[in-house]
């Protein structure tokens, strides 16, 4: 069973904070990994993707990845209250299907 | 660029009934996915279409069935409907545009089985 874990949450953070979510995956052929954003009765928007280990920033956005500890995380600094929504993590290995955690939501307080 | 489309929006059906679900590929991918999430879960991999072929399947029975068609859009079946087939049904494209695997998301279609 190919299992994608992430705390459900809510995690809330104030405005101007840095929002720190994880992820862990059980698949050790997982290759590649995405964080979605969702919002309530909207579909998952790709935000960023990681397929080696280390640090990929694009924005305020950081991911995260760790292929040893089988972990993803993703940061976001100088959280906006537009930043409250779902993230959703998902992985995938060489073939087609992508393995989506639960989602952790997020609140950004003003 | 055109995003990924999908229709209806909204749906209601009753028990046993049949439904069909479309959608359209985002401009210049050739791969199309589709996954079924119910309310507080993530996605689910139903299965996925390349070349008007089914490139792999999830955890679903046989009565949930496909098609891609030559212009790379997609239909989704559903035969014999069960109260538990009620969810938000996304359409997924990908393909020459970034990696391999990064999928795109369609607005979904939301379906209620009374």
């Known amino acids: 069973q190919k299992e994608v874990e992430q705390n459900s949450g809510p995690l809330s953070v104030p405005e101007g904070a840095i929002a720190s979510l994880n992820c862990t995956y059980s698949d050790r052929g997982s290759q590649s990994f995405f964080w979605y954003r969702q919002y309530s009765g909207k579909s998952p928007e790709l935000i960023m993707s990681i397929y080696s280990n280390g640090d990929k920033e694009d924005g305020r956005f950081t991911a995260q990845l760790n292929k040893a500890s089988q972990y993803v995380s993703l940061l976001i600094r100088d959280s906006q209250p537009s930043d409250s929504a779902t993230y959703l993590c998902a992985a995938a290995d060489s073939g087609y299907a992508l393995n989506f955690g639960k989602g952790t939501s997020l609140l950004v307080t003003p | 660029e055109t995003g990924v489309t999908q229709s209806p929006t909204h749906l209601i059906k009753t028990r046993g009934q049949q439904v069909t679900l479309r959608c359209s590929s985002q401009?210049?991918?050739?791969?199309v996915s589709w996954y079924q999430q119910a309310l507080g879960q993530g996605p689910q991999f139903i299965f996925q279409?390349?070349?008007?072929?089914?490139?792999g399947r999830g955890n679903f029975p046989p009565r949930f069935s496909g098609l891609q068609f030559p212009n790379y859009s997609s239909e989704l079946n559903v035969n014999a409907l069960e109260l538990d087939d009620s969810a938000l049904y996304l359409c997924?494209?990908?393909?020459?545009?970034?990696?391999?695997?990064?999928?795109?998301f369609g607005p979904g279609t939301r379906l209620t089985v009374l």
């Open positions: 401009s210049g991918h050739n791969t």
């Open positions: 279409y390349y070349r008007e072929e089914e490139n």
């Open positions: 997924a494209s990908s393909g020459r545009t970034g990696g391999w695997n990064e999928q795109f």
